[in-house]
């Protein structure tokens, strides 16, 4: 009998956020390709998704270095030869050195948008084969609201505001085949990425400061990003295509200028 039960990718699996989106993933039926450069934290996500009742024959650990097109490709081939498809790829990598726009270097530029976007890509590339066999699939790149708001880090920014502009490409190319190409773009979220960016104290009033000013006033948690992942790899979200869900608490709204209360009647916007 043929295994139904679609197979997807996720790069950066066993950071953060990605072992958040593997295992909503799981938790819906799917089969995983677990991606990561890092061999440790790879065995741990498969510990602990085998801990929580999921059966380790379901979860592929795939050790690759996305800034390796031939790396890229050995891994897509590799889910290939063991599955014989794959469904949905879920690009979660993501790197953002520090480093200002005014001082950035070649080597920040091209290594961030090496990981951050051209992975992206190449993942397209090598995945086709398969959505054209299958007449279906679909890639979400996992963005951020500074596509909008932009930066403090320009390479970081541009990288994700250009994969906005990547998956709409895709959902227009790939389109008449069933493939679907989305982006999700979170907010701040509390993840080992953003905790590197300075002590507990700095991080935790930028955190603040994020929740103070977002509508919602609240911080966005890795589940969040994952469920927003979850349903748009769903049949629920079977027409939509070439969009981007911001999940950052409406941080992504531009700011309003409110009218004082004791303002006249009469006074309009200008």
Same mark, same amino acid.
């Given at each position: 009998? &043929?295994?139904?039960?679609?197979?997807?990718?996720?790069?950066?699996?066993?950071?953060?956020?990605?072992?958040?989106?593997?295992?909503?993933?799981?938790?819906?039926?799917?089969?995983?390709?677990?991606?990561?450069?890092?061999?440790?934290?790879?065995?741990?996500?498969?510990?602990?998704?085998?801990?929580?009742?999921?059966?380790?024959?379901?979860?592929?650990?795939?050790?690759?270095?996305?800034?390796?097109?031939?790396?890229?490709?050995?891994?897509?081939?590799?889910?290939?030869?063991?599955?014989?498809?794959?469904?949905?790829?879920?690009?979660?990598?993501?790197?953002?050195?520090?480093?200002?726009?005014?001082?950035? =270097?070649?080597?920040?530029?091209?290594? =961030?948008?090496?990981?951050?976007?051209?992975?992206?890509?190449?993942?397209?590339?090598?995945?086709?084969?398969?959505?054209?066999?299958?007449?279906?699939?679909?890639?979400?790149?996992? +963005?951020?609201?500074?596509?909008?708001?932009?930066?403090?880090?320009?390479?970081?920014?541009?990288?994700?505001?250009? *994969?906005?502009?990547?998956?709409?490409?895709?959902?227009?190319?790939?389109?008449?085949? +069933?493939?679907?190409?989305?982006?999700?773009?979170?907010?701040?979220?509390?993840?080992? *990425?953003?905790?590197?960016?300075?002590?507990?104290?700095?991080?935790?009033?930028?955190?603040?400061?994020?929740?103070?000013?977002?509508? *919602?006033?609240?911080?966005?948690?890795?589940?969040?990003?994952?469920?927003?992942?979850?349903?748009?790899?769903?049949?629920?979200?079977?027409?939509? =295509?070439?969009?981007?869900?911001?999940?950052?608490?409406?941080?992504?709204?531009?700011?309003?200028?409110?009218?004082?209360? =004791?303002?006249?009647?009469?006074? &309009?916007?200008?």
């Amino acid at each position: 009998m &043929t295994d139904e039960r679609p197979i997807s990718l996720v790069t950066g699996a066993a950071g953060g956020l990605g072992r958040v989106i593997s295992g909503a993933l799981m938790r819906d039926g799917h089969r995983l390709v677990a991606l990561d450069v890092a061999e440790r934290p790879l065995a741990e996500l498969t510990s602990n998704l085998t801990s929580q009742g999921y059966d380790p024959s379901d979860v592929m650990t795939v050790l690759a270095d996305l800034r390796d097109e031939t790396a890229i490709a050995a891994a897509v081939a590799a889910v290939g030869e063991r599955w014989g498809r794959l469904d949905h790829v879920v690009h979660n990598a993501g790197i953002e050195p520090p480093h200002k726009a005014s001082s950035v =270097t070649v080597e920040i530029w091209d290594e =961030t948008f090496a990981i951050n976007t051209r992975a992206g890509a190449l993942l397209v590339k090598h995945t086709a084969p398969f959505w054209e066999a299958q007449q279906g699939g679909t890639f979400i790149a996992i +963005g951020s609201r500074t596509w909008l708001s932009g930066s403090s880090t320009g390479a970081y920014g541009a990288s994700k505001a250009a *994969l906005v502009g990547l998956m709409r490409s895709i959902a227009v190319e790939l389109g008449p085949i +069933g493939v679907r190409a989305n982006v999700v773009a979170p907010g701040f979220v509390r993840s080992p *990425l953003n905790a590197s960016k300075g002590d507990s104290a700095y991080v935790e009033e930028y955190a603040r400061e994020f929740s103070d000013l977002a509508p *919602l006033r609240r911080l966005i948690e890795p589940i969040d990003v994952a469920e927003a992942v979850a349903f748009l790899v769903s049949p629920g979200a079977r027409n939509i =295509t070439g969009d981007v869900i911001n999940v950052a608490g409406g941080m992504h709204i531009p700011p309003t200028v409110r009218w004082p209360k =004791t303002r006249r009647h009469g006074l &309009t916007d200008r």
